[in-house]
């Protein structure tokens, strides 16, 4: 267990249709990444936030958005669902200091667009 | 940004031998280079990894080795297990204030009994 956790684990839905998928950091980590993966396919990086912050982007359509609140959960909104949009989505966190730092993964949430 | 390209795809190995996976990178700044493991369905889960100041570091049956002026790393498993069966991942830490890790294509191993 690598102490983020995401919800939920799996989520059926239609092309159209809007989700959020959730995330808690681990303890003391300020920094939350969002990754795809769709089916065989490596990690794609959608964003990143740190303490409450977006801090880099990397291939996230306009369709999806995330934030970061106060006690440093995040949420990955995605709209207007297309069937390319089944993936595992997982985040990440990390302690933020000078350095390379280890990314933990949480247990990602499998999305299915019907 | 950073371009990472990992070799093989696919890697089939008896039990007990040797398995090899590289990765290039094209950012001779970046300065983080962690190995993943990911079984199917499951979380990628961070197997050993190496700064840009060391060339080489070994954990058990695990090492990596870093070649800063050709850009690229590589992951040797020795004494290959069937457990070592999985989709391995290279990636890059971009050497930035708050570093986002590009990931290689994946490598699935399989190690046969």
């Known amino acids: 267990d690598s102490g983020v956790t995401q919800t939920p684990k799996h989520l059926i839905t239609a092309t159209g249709q809007r989700v959020t998928l959730r995330c808690s950091p681990r303890?003391?980590?300020?920094?939350v990444y969002w990754y795809q993966q769709s089916l065989d396919q490596g990690l794609q990086f959608l964003i990143q936030?740190?303490?409450?912050?977006?801090?880099a982007k990397g291939n996230i359509l306009e369709r999806f958005s995330a934030q970061q609140f106060p006690d440093l959960h995040s949420e990955l909104n995605l709209s207007s669902l297309e069937l390319g949009d089944s993936a595992l989505y997982f985040c990440?966190?990390?302690?933020?200091?000078?350095?390379?730092?280890?990314?933990?993964f949480g247990p990602g949430t499998r999305l299915t667009v019907l | 940004g950073e371009n990472v390209e990992q070799h093989p795809s696919t890697l089939s190995v008896q039990e007990g031998d040797s398995a090899v996976i590289k990765c290039t990178y094209s950012d001779s700044a970046s300065n983080y280079f962690p190995w993943y493991k990911q079984e199917l369905g499951k979380r990628p889960q961070l197997i050993i990894d190496?700064?840009?100041?060391?060339g080489e570091k070994k954990d058990q049956r695990i090492a990596v080795t870093l070649n800063k002026t050709a850009k690229h790393f590589s992951l040797h498993i020795t004494e290959t297990q069937p457990e070592d069966s999985a989709v391995y991942f290279c990636?890059?830490?971009?050497?930035?204030?708050?570093?986002?890790?590009?990931f290689g294509t994946g490598t699935r191993l399989l190690v046969s009994p």
């Open positions: 990440a966190s990390s302690v933020v200091r000078e350095g390379p730092n280890e990314q933990f």
């Open positions: 190496i700064r840009s100041n060391v």
């Open positions: 936030y740190y303490n409450g912050e977006e801090r």
């Open positions: 990636a890059v830490g971009e050497n930035t204030g708050f570093q986002k890790l590009v």
């Open positions: 303890s003391g980590d300020l920094s």
